[in-house]
Each structure stands twice: as structure tokens, then as C-alpha cells.
């Protein structure tokens, strides 16, 4: 799998929105970004993830840079619920024999300010 | 729908004794998976399975076992506990394994503690 690089934290305010970078410089044409995010004493959830288009969810959108070697996870109203661990994977479109797990780097963690 | 869950929550083990960990997922998943998460690191994977009667070895096997009887059961076992098995522990389950677009369901983890 290919690696990412992101900030080791970031801080935002309450109901403002938050820009995630993920920088992923040696993605190939087959890797999906995921995000995924880890709130405290609780295990990972999953957030969202793409290919070429910018995607939106209820929970985030996602915006993907058009030589997709990096991309943003957009929370658009931060609330101190969204306080976490963001992680940004990549993922082939098929692995053949591969184990098929998540491979976590350790991520952003995220402090929203009241 | 319960999702994943895990039990117990927390354990504290003395070194050498013996504990199984169960996860039990309600989705119909194929796939299921341990991890472990070490204090300020990301999560490693233990061993996983690929289906009902079927486990296979992941990043960090030593000093583990596992088994999967029934599709929704997934038992991690240590043997004989040391004190660098304590961490916390994740199991999660996905219903296409390795497919780019699969998403993995995690359950509320397991605090492990080895004196």
C-alpha cells in the first residue's frame, strides 16, 4: 500500500469548519482514500472515501486534488463531538491474496475548541 | 443491530494465565479481524479470517491464537499472557475483505492489562 503523511494535530473552533490535509504522493490510479476516525476509548469509524471525485457524506465531505496525490477530509461544522484521531488510508481497488486489513499510520488528532 | 461487540471490556491478567477475548458481529460479514492499538499508535492487525473455519496469521501473530467456529464469532486466545500483550484490543469485521471500496465495522475495543 501506498503511504500517507499527515499532520500530527490540529486545532479548530467549535462550529467552524475543519480542512484534514492528507498528502499521498506515490498513489496509483487503483488506490481508494479512506478516512477514518477514532474518537476517545472508542474503536475507529468510518467516515468516507473516494476515488477521483470530491464525495459527500452526512458525516464529511471529501476533496480529492486532480492529480490525486493528496486530499482533504471536510468536517463543515466542527462540534466538540468531532474531538478525534483522523486517519487517511489508501486502499487497492483489489488486493488478490492480500489480507484486506486497514493499515493505520498515526494520524491526525483533531481538539475542538468550545 | 448491535454491530460489533466485544467482551469482556477490561481485564487485568498476572503473567502466564490464559484469556479469550470474543467478538460477535450481527451484519453477516465474511470477513472478520484483530487488531491491537499500543499507547500513541495505530492499530496492527493480529490475524483475521476470511470466512467460518478459516483464520490466518496478520502483522503481529506471536503469542496469539484464534478461531472462528460460526460465522459471527471471532475468539482471540493468549496462551500464556506477557506483560507485552498489554494493549487494547480491536476486532472489526468487513463484508468484502480486500476490495478498494470495502468499509471495516470496529467494536468498542477490549482493555487488556498484563502484571
Known amino acids: 500500500d501506498a503511504k500517507t503523511t499527515q499532520p500530527n494535530s490540529m486545532e479548530s473552533n467549535e462550529e467552524e469548519p475543519v480542512h484534514l490535509p492528507c498528502n499521498h504522493s506515490?498513489?496509483?490510479?487503483?488506490?481508494?482514500i479512506h478516512w477514518y476516525r477514532q474518537l476517545p476509548s472508542q474503536g475507529p469509524e468510518y467516515v468516507i472515501h473516494?476515488?477521483?471525485s470530491n464525495v459527500n457524506n452526512r458525516m464529511a465531505s471529501l476533496a480529492i486534488a486532480e492529480d490525486r496525490k493528496s486530499s482533504t477530509l471536510i468536517l463543515h461544522r466542527a462540534t466538540l463531538r468531532d474531538a478525534a484521531v483522523y486517519y487517511c488510508?489508501?486502499?487497492?481497488?483489489?488486493?488478490?491474496?492480500?489480507?484486506?486489513?486497514?493499515?493505520f499510520g498515526k494520524g491526525t488528532k483533531l481538539s475542538v475548541k468550545p | 443491530n448491535a454491530g460489533v461487540t466485544q467482551t469482556p471490556k477490561f481485564r487485568v491478567l498476572k503473567t502466564g494465565q490464559s484469556m479469550t477475548l470474543l467478538c460477535a458481529q450481527d451484519?453477516?460479514?465474511?470477513?472478520m479481524y484483530w487488531y491491537r492499538q499500543d499507547p500513541g499508535m495505530g492499530l496492527r492487525l493480529i490475524h483475521y479470517?476470511?470466512?467460518?473455519?478459516?483464520?490466518a496469521k496478520g502483522e503481529v501473530p506471536d503469542g496469539y491464537n484464534v478461531s472462528r467456529l460460526k460465522k459471527q464469532n471471532f475468539l482471540l486466545g493468549l496462551e500464556s499472557a506477557a506483560p507485552s500483550q498489554t494493549s487494547v484490543y480491536f476486532c472489526?469485521?468487513?463484508?468484502?475483505?480486500?476490495?478498494?471500496?470495502?468499509?471495516?465495522?470496529f467494536g468498542p475495543g477490549t482493555r487488556l492489562t498484563v502484571l
Open positions: 472489526a469485521s468487513s463484508r468484502q475483505g480486500p476490495l478498494g471500496t470495502d468499509t471495516q465495522y
Open positions: 506515490t498513489i496509483s490510479g487503483t488506490d481508494y
Open positions: 473516494g476515488l477521483t
Open positions: 488510508i489508501l486502499r487497492d481497488v483489489e488486493y488478490g491474496g492480500s489480507q484486506g486489513n486497514l493499515i
Open positions: 451484519m453477516n460479514h465474511e470477513y
Open positions: 479470517s476470511v470466512g467460518e473455519g478459516t483464520t
